[in-house]
Antibody
Framework: QAQLEQSGAEVKKPGASVKVSCKAS????????LHWVRQAPGQGLEWMGR????????DYSQKFQGRITMTRDTSISTAYMELTTLTSDDTVVYYC??????????????WGQGTLVTVSS | EIVLTQSPGTLSLSPGERVILSCRAS???????LAWYQQKPGQAPSLLIY???SRATGIPDRFSGSGSGTDFTLTISRLEPEDFAVYYC?????????FGQGTKVEIK
């Protein structure tokens, strides 16, 4: 069945960068957008941006412009999200989620299990 | 950016009760691109409803969604023990995608 498998938890120091991976299986990687969503402990969901695995095109939330980079490697069906200049506010769980292509937008029908990133000195 | 406001913040209910959750948008959501997700502790969200009223695959019919424009509701006709969770609405018709702040349905 379709799955998104994310990389493991990370601990980073303030000012460092983190790169989280999201490996797709059970479906054609290039047939769906991959979005990144984050969630602070006990808080709501925050959309960070999306990447088209087919074209590599990206759409980032204004909030993260300048310190976020999304990439993908179609040979291994994996998407990546890198966030730089980390602060304690970036101590959250990061999720990848897929959504379909097409003129008709689609919701997030498959989610990764989440990756906890802890930023601490 | 479309801001979604969910109410109430928390509901304390008993199994078997009927639940109505509200999601109000700051501007009209085109073509009802409104989804509802359920999130249980320690888990990723999962899709319940899309297109304001269509149930996702495998979702029981006690879950129903309705609404259009700026006002949407999620109804659980009869709460089961596994339904105690946090529910989020999301608009996915425009960028940035945005979520409501969530409604927690807890056991009374």
């Amino acid at each position: 069945q379709a799955q998104l498998e994310q990389s493991g938890a990370e601990v980073k120091k303030p000012g460092a960068s983190v790169k989280v991976s999201c490996k797709a299986s059970g479906y054609t990687f290039t047939d769906y957008y991959l979005h990144w969503v984050r969630q602070a402990p006990g808080q709501g969901l925050e959309w960070m941006g999306r990447i088209s695995p087919k074209s590599g095109g990206k759409d980032y939330s204004q909030k993260f412009q300048g310190r976020i980079t999304m990439t993908r490697d179609t040979s291994i069906s994996t998407a990546y999200m890198e966030l730089t200049t980390l602060t304690s506010d970036d101590t959250v769980v990061y999720y990848c989620a897929r959504a379909g292509y097409g003129n008709d937008p689609t919701p997030f029908d498959l989610w990764g299990q989440g990756t906890l990133v802890t930023v601490s000195s | 950016e479309i801001v979604l406001t969910q109410s109430p913040g928390t509901l304390s209910l008993s199994p078997g009760e009927r639940v109505i959750l509200s999601c109000r948008a700051s501007q009209s959501i085109s073509s009802s691109y409104l989804a509802w997700y359920q999130q249980k502790p320690g888990q990723a969200p999962s899709l319940l409803i899309y297109g304001a009223s269509s149930r996702a695959t495998g979702i029981p019919d006690r879950f129903s969604g309705s609404g259009s424009g700026t006002d949407f509701t999620l109804t659980i006709s009869r709460l089961e023990p596994e339904d105690f969770a946090v529910y989020y609405c999301q608009q996915y018709g425009s960028s940035p995608r945005t979520f409501g702040q969530g409604t927690k349905v807890e056991i009374k």
